[in-house]
């Protein structure tokens, strides 16, 4: 079951901030981040392991809810850099790695 | 160090036509995964290989074959092209059961088929 990302699509000022949401209806073991830039491979941003496990990139962090099967990223300060559309990956256990991808939210970060 | 690797870049095949897909990493990982992007649908995994000699279907894999070659190479096989097969195809491989296991995605190869 693919997990559902809110918001699809999300306009900043350079500068403010952002939330990104990925919900799964499925028990999860980790919960992956990764930016894809137009035209570009997707890149990790960071892997949440554990629940209520948070961790940071620059200026980027995430949270993972175990018992909610929910994630969020937080953009803080945003950069120009950040435009790209964000991807939630989600692992069951068992699944041998395997990722469901959500289908994205596209951050537009504008002068 | 290249990472992961795929060619061709693009390619525009005929309904009905062949074609492989290829892909290798240098990172001594030993999963690999072929996927599609498609508009506002994220990545579909195609199929996977959790190791060498191993390969296992994805949520998509009707009109694909695989083969992993060896632990470095992983390739897709369409056998008769279909229009719904357009789309943007990555490769990616990662060190599940390591401590680390983030995926590292090639640069895709971009396939219209007419």
């Known amino acids: 079951q693919q997990p559902v990302q809110s918001p699809q699509a999300v306009i900043l000022r350079e500068g403010e901030d952002a939330v990104i949401n990925c919900s799964s209806s499925k028990a999860l073991y980790s919960v992956h981040w990764y930016r894809q830039k137009h035209g570009e491979a997707p890149v990790f941003l960071m892997i949440l392991l554990k629940g209520g496990e948070q961790k940071g990139h620059e200026k980027i962090s995430a949270s993972f809810n175990e018992k909610k099967q929910q994630s969020s990223l937080y953009l803080t300060a945003s950069q120009l850099s950040y435009s790209g559309t964000y991807f939630c990956g989600t692992e069951v256990r068992g699944s041998q790695g395997n990722l469901i991808f959500g289908k994205g939210t596209k951050l537009s970060v504008k002068p | 160090n290249a990472g992961v690797t795929q060619t061709p870049k693009f390619q525009v095949l005929k309904t009905g036509q062949s074609m492989t897909l290829q892909c290798a990493q240098d990172m001594n990982h030993n999963s690999m995964y072929w996927y599609r992007q498609d508009p506002g649908m994220g990545l579909r995994l195609i199929y996977y290989?959790?190791?060498?000699?191993?390969?296992d279907k994805g949520e998509v894999p009707n009109g694909y074959n695989v083969s992993r070659l060896n632990k470095r190479e992983f390739s897709l096989r369409l056998e008769s092209a279909a229009p719904s097969q357009t789309s943007v195809y990555f490769c990616a491989s990662s060190g599940y059961g390591t401590e680390s296991y983030e995926q590292y995605f090639g640069p895709g190869t971009r396939l219209t088929v007419t």
């Open positions: 290989s959790a190791s060498e000699g191993t390969t």
